[in-house]
Nanobody
Framework: QVQLVESGGGLVQPGGSLRLSCAASISIVSFNVMGWYRQAPGKEREFVAGIFSAGSRNIANSVQDRFTISRDNAKNTMYLQMNSLKPEDTGVYFC????????WGQGTQVTVSS
């Protein structure tokens, strides 16, 4: 069974940074695309960023100038570098991987608060 495990969440002050990691139990070159969604309390899950196996990226407009997505195939890990964090970035961040079907991680909490 394929597993994706997120890490790196936590509590950070506004303006701070966090780097989320998503480690896969298989080679991530198996995934056509990987990415991140987030879900704030009382809201629907929303797309944050995606990265294709060829390297192209999609970033949500709300985070485009602050977040960067990357992947390290040798480490079977995908990352989300989050800078200049705002309170509205608070939520549970889920990574996913698509290879004909979607696999989700369990999520990691990010809280931006002073």
């Amino acid at each position: 069974q394929v597993q994706l495990v997120e890490s790196g969440g936590g509590l950070v002050q506004p303006g701070g940074s966090l780097r989320l990691s998503c480690a896969a139990s298989i080679s991530i070159v198996s995934f056509n695309v990987m990415g991140w969604y987030r879900q704030a309390p009382g809201k629907e899950r929303e797309f944050v960023a995606g990265i294709f196996s060829a390297g192209s990226r999609n970033i949500a407009n709300s985070v485009q100038d602050r977040f960067t997505i990357s992947r390290d195939n040798a480490k079977n890990t995908m990352y989300l570098q989050m800078n200049s964090l705002k309170p509205e970035d608070t939520g549970v961040y889920f990574c996913y991987g698509d290879r004909g079907f979607r696999t989700w991680g369990q999520g990691t909490q990010v809280t931006v608060s002073s």
